[in-house]
């Protein structure tokens, strides 16, 4: 592939997922219209949005094998047009039921960005800027979460929100059209591998795929499932801020994260080594979590910059995919990469709805136009998860291998 298609390939890889972030974010500033809309609580709603992760984490085995045999333009362009279909189908819902049908949808579309992302950077680009490139992706993921925010939020609240998914649908059907144009595959030779299922073994057997995944895992749910959903609400009940404000106070995780991904990415390229940043920032991710929900009295100011401060050290979580690329051999990464993307999109999935039902089981009866409303203490409970998974990152990076240089396996 031309060196421009490359990195043609690679620039709309990292929008389409960043589009995937829009979307993974969008319910957390439609939370009381889609309350209303369906008459449904927290856990519901929690459902709701987790039905897009339920299709997401499922789908990254397969679909990491298949980029293996398949390569990345055929999947992307079909994938694009799955989530603009999603997107149509809940603006288009009369019920609950069908707008999650739509979300799943959503869901199945956007599930091979990432991997497609990482594919393109594999084939196409040498080892040595791996997790720069993807680093770069990372922090693209992160602008699409801050437009999934406020910008998202201001949209709702002008047009409603099936006219915004509408929107939505037709960014996803132009991304199908770029990605049919520019990309073209590049199958690794073939000679070398042990066959489809041959390569799912391999890397399933090595340790360090699962600690790579664990490590992603406990790096992204925080994020994905605190700001990616029950932040707003979080910080509308504990500091009384209005939707529009709270959002862009959240934003501040994302830019963190956004600044964090490639300039970390860069210096581990630069120094060979990501053991120490993964053991480094995963401690400093712990600390900022336990202290912005559980230490009292903190001013707001405070507040936002421990969350800048904890996006920036959450965003190595593209680490556990460079790891996995470093323990596995190349004509397999792809089913690496499904397995540690697995991790890292199926904690939110699992942790989304259960703080919800932790959420409704300590709900007090509060209702504020037509949506539930929940108490500071509840919340203090339900997100008791968040840094317990920030420890687990800390022993997911003590126990990995430092992975080998070229990352070739």
């Known amino acids: 592939m031309a060196a421009w298609r490359a990195w043609a390939a690679w620039a709309l890889a990292g929008l389409f997922f960043c589009y995937a972030f829009v979307q993974r974010m969008a319910p957390s500033v439609m939370i009381p219209e889609l309350m209303r809309e369906f008459a449904v609580g927290a856990a519901a709603l929690g459902t709701l949005s987790a039905f897009y992760f339920y299709a997401y984490a499922g789908l990254q085995i397969p679909i990491g094998m298949l980029m293996d045999r398949v390569g990345p333009r055929r999947l992307l362009a079909g994938s694009a047009a799955v989530a603009a279909l999603g997107s149509l189908v809940m603006a288009a819902s009369p019920d609950f039921a069908m707008a999650g049908f739509g979300r799943l949808l959503v869901g199945v579309g956007v599930a091979f960005a990432w991997v497609g992302l990482l594919t393109i950077v594999t084939h196409h680009f040498p080892a040595n800027r791996f997790a720069l490139l993807t680093g770069c992706g990372q922090a693209a993921a992160m602008v699409g979460a801050m437009l999934g925010q406020a910008p998202t939020g201001l949209l709702v609240e002008s047009i409603g929100w099936r006219h915004t998914l509408g929107i939505l649908a037709g960014v996803a059907l132009a991304a199908a059209g770029l990605f049919w144009w520019a990309i073209r595959d590049r199958p690794l030779a073939r000679q070398e591998s042990a066959g489809l299922i041959g390569g799912l073994k391999t890397v399933a057997r090595n340790r360090y795929t699962w600690l790579s995944a664990l490590y992603s895992l406990c790096m992204a749910t925080p994020l994905l499932s605190f700001a990616g959903l029950w932040a707003v609400p979080y910080m509308k009940a504990v500091y009384g801020l209005d939707r529009v404000t709270a959002s862009t106070g959240i934003a501040l995780i994302y830019f963190g994260w956004a600044l964090g991904a490639p300039s970390l990415g860069w210096l581990a390229d630069r120094l060979g080594t990501k053991r120490p940043l993964m053991l480094t920032t995963s401690c400093v991710a712990l600390a900022t979590m336990t202290a912005f929900l559980y230490l009292p009295g903190l001013p707001l100011g405070l507040i936002y910059a421990l969350f ?53 089981s300590l709900w007090t009866g509060g209702i504020e136009g037509g949506a539930r409303v929940y108490e500071p203490a509840a919340y203090g409970v339900a997100l008791l998860s968040l840094p317990a998974l920030y420890a687990a990152a800390v022993l997911a990076a003590f126990a990995m291998r430092e992975p080998p240089r070229e990352g070739s396996g």
Not at 319 to 329: D, K, S, T
């Open 308 to 360: 800048f401060v904890n996006g920036l050290a959450s965003s190595t979580m593209f680490m556990g995919f460079a790891c996995a690329r470093g323990h596995n051999p190349i004509w397999a990464v792809g089913a690496a990469y499904g397995i540690v993307n697995t991790g890292s999109t199926g904690g939110a999935a699992l942790f989304q709805p259960v703080i919800g039902l932790v959420l409704d």
